[in-house]
Nanobody, 125 residues
Framework: EVQLQASGGGLVQAGGSLRLSCTAS????????VGWFRQAPGTEREAVSS????????YYAESVKGRFTVSIDNAKNTAYLYMNTLKPEDTAVYYC??????????????????WGRGTLVTVSS
């Protein structure tokens, strides 16, 4: 059974940084994509970034481009989302998701096969 565990959320002041981690277990495929999503209270879950393991294609939402960086450490079965210059509007529960095969673009929720529980990021002004 594939399981994802997201961690690294917390409270940070505006302008600060956080690193989110998403560790996967129970899977053995080497062609996959990881997506990061976030959901603020009262809003729809939105895609933030995606990365594909074999194509190495990376995508970012316009709202985070230049501030967030996504990466994969295959040896650790872990994906990371480095978030810099955080803004209060980045406050949300962040989720990671996994799918077999590459993804082109940020992707929508339905394209991902597995989801982790979210980790809360709160950015104070």
């Amino acid at each position: 059974e594939v399981q994802l565990q997201a961690s690294g959320g917390g409270l940070v002041q505006a302008g600060g940084s956080l690193r989110l981690s998403c560790t996967a277990s129970g899977f053995s495929f080497d062609d996959y994509a990881v997506g990061w999503f976030r959901q603020a209270p009262g809003t729809e879950r939105e895609a933030v970034s995606s990365i594909s393991s074999k194509t190495a294609k990376i995508y970012y939402a316009e709202s985070v481009k230049g501030r967030f960086t996504v990466s994969i450490d295959n040896a650790k079965n872990t994906a990371y989302l480095y978030m810099n210059t955080l803004k209060p509007e980045d406050t949300a529960v962040y989720y990671c998701a996994l799918r077999r095969g590459p993804i082109y673009g940020l992707g929508v929720r339905g394209l991902y096969d597995y989801w982790g529980r979210g980790t809360l990021v709160t950015v104070s002004s």
